[in-house]
């Protein structure tokens, strides 16, 4: 399929993990979908922006925003600041958004598109043989929040969700999803990665330290693509009315989400909900359980849900997650003196994956199983 007259531009950050992908990306949007793409390798952004955009800032609400080109190419000073800025973010939020990440605009709407096609327009028998699985089946379509079967009637949402790393997996329909769900799980893989070494940096520990302990080069990284139907009718508090998704916590390291312009992400902080507003052109990154475990508790996983109402919403989210074999436990840098030093216990990932997606989750009770109790 070709668009014509769709430009596309792409920008490159110098790190040379978005080189490989991106040059690959660019000489593919040419040949497959984009009938003038303009390849423009842009020099990486300047970190001199705008107030509400400089290193440290913080949105309307008080979500902080994290500057990947100051992370990637900023001097000593900027870059030993943004990383403070980012460890305050997943200390106090668990929750923050990045900006100038590189990931195109055009790959992340051609990402959408094409899930968008899947959910919406693609006959049910082109999907079935994806919708009756279990929570560990590589791909799966389906409605609710994991079994429809428990909570579909309540939950507003239809899903697909794709294993795409070690192994990629997708279904074959629309015919261009393959094609661009590679592209875009490559290119936020890096930018995860990136920002899973400044964590670590910003814990105190080497910026290969977490990656290491939780096997990243053959991490699990899953697509997935979330529809919330509109909904008009009575908006009582009483249980009554659907919502997107309940409160929980991803059980993942990382997730990577963008929206397409419809609101409805709230997070909890400080006891309270309130609604995750995007800056144009951002991502959220949302700490999983993962990072709570090992960071020791250092840092928290976010209690966030999906919220619906009369417009449509998507949203594509990305998430990396250890290597299914590998054990998670709390890095024993991070461990306090004494007996009392360590609040999780070990468990292998795909154990702790299987528990969280099986289950009728409560906010963040998942991570009991693995709460050293005392
Ligand atoms: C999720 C999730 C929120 C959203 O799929 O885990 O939290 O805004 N989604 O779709
Ligand atoms: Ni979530």
């Known amino acids: 399929m070709a668009w014509p007259g769709l430009d596309a531009a792409i920008l490159v950050h110098s790190a040379p993990q978005y080189r490989a992908p991106l040059t690959f990306l660019c000489k593919h949007l040419r040949a497959q979908a984009f009938a003038s793409v303009r390849c423009t390798i842009m020099a990486p952004p300047s970190p001199h922006r705008s107030p509400a955009q400089a ?125 661009v769900a590679k592209e875009y799980a490559a290119c936020t893989r890096g930018l995860m990665l990136e920002l899973v070494a400044a964590i670590s940096e910003s814990l105190g520990l080497d910026g290969g330290r977490i990656a290491q302990a939780l096997n990243l080069e053959s991490c699990l990284q899953t697509l997935v693509a979330n529809h919330y139907p509109p909904y008009s009718g009575p908006d009582d508090d009483d249980g009554s009315t659907p919502i997107g998704l309940p409160a929980h916590s991803d059980y993942g390291l990382l997730t990577l989400l963008f929206q397409n312009g419809v609101d409805g992400l709230q997070v909890q902080h400080d006891g309270q909900w309130l609604l995750a507003k995007p800056l144009p052109g951002s991502f959220f990154v949302i700490a999983g359980d993962q990072l709570e475990i090992v960071s020791n508790g250092r840092y928290k996983a976010a209690l966030h849900r999906a919220w619906i109402g009369g417009e449509r919403r998507m949203s594509v989210l990305a998430l990396i997650a250890p290597c299914l074999d590998t054990v998670v436990e709390p890095v024993p840098e991070l461990a306090r003196e004494g007996p009392e030093g360590v609040e999780f216990r070990g468990i292998r990932f795909r154990d702790y994956m299987e528990s969280h997606q099986s289950s009728r989750l409560v906010g963040k009770t998942a991570l009991d199983i693995v709460r050293v109790q005392r």
């Open 55 to 179: 290193n440290g800032a913080c949105s309307e609400d008080g979500i902080r925003v994290v500057d990947m080109a100051v992370l990637v190419n900023g001097d000593a000073d900027q870059r030993a600041q943004a990383i403070r800025h980012l460890g305050r973010a997943c200390q106090e939020w668990g929750i923050f958004m990045v900006i100038n990440h590189g990931v195109p605009e055009a790959l992340q709407a051609a990402t959408m598109d094409a899930c968008k096609e899947l959910l919406l327009s693609l006959p049910t028998e082109d999907k079935a043989e994806y919708m009756d699985g279990s929570p560990m089946d590589p791909v799966r379509v389906g409605t609710g929040f994991v079994n429809s079967a428990v909570d579909g009637a309540r939950y507003w949402r239809d899903y697909v969700k794709m294993f795409v790393h070690p192994d990629f997996h997708c279904p074959s329909k629309p015919a261009n999803l393959r094609e």
